[in-house]
């Protein structure tokens, strides 16, 4: 019988093309994924930039703007999800990586292009819809860097 006291936690990582400020890009994502509204704050140390914030469904989520991404530089905005309070999942390693399916689920719900790495770290998959084809696509992408 399998141990059921074992407890694993999740996370995401969802690179975002969007041609617009993170607000908007914020309220396109809470209306497409029917999520609370994001509290925006500066962060504490430099930059300073403006973090989008919400917790939902156990999980913390952080948007924000991806200034001087050369890895991937099509991409402008990143979206971050993890599990709440899992410090005792991420020092035991025990971790799911959802971040290819966040990717995709975000693309069909909001109507954006997203990207997601995959576990080499320098390729990944875009999400996206065609307009040829009239239908959401993903493909195989390389990092600049």
């Not at 994001?38 to 991806?66: H, K, Q, S, W």
């Not at 309070?85 to 990717?103: G, K, P, V, Y």
């Not at 975000?106 to 084809?133: H, P, R, W």
């Amino acid at each position: 019988m399998e141990n059921i006291d074992e407890v694993f936690g999740a996370y995401a990582q969802v690179f975002i093309q969007y041609e617009g400020i993170l607000q908007d890009l914020g309220l396109k994502i809470e209306e497409g994924l029917d999520i609370p509204s994001l509290r925006y704050e500066n962060l504490e140390d430099e930059p300073y930039e403006l973090v989008g914030y919400t917790e939902v469904f156990g999980f913390e989520i952080e948007l924000c703007a991806m200034l001087d991404n050369e890895k991937w530089p099509n991409y402008q905005f990143s979206l971050k999800a993890t599990t709440t309070d899992s410090f005792q999942e991420i020092m035991n390693n025990r971790m799911f990586d959802i971040s290819l399916w966040l990717a995709r689920y975000i693309s069909l719900m909001c109507e954006v292009t997203t990207m997601a790495e995959n576990v080499d770290k320098q390729t990944g998959q875009s999400f996206y819809y065609n307009n040829t084809t009239l239908k959401r696509e993903c493909s195989f992408i390389k990092g600049e860097k």
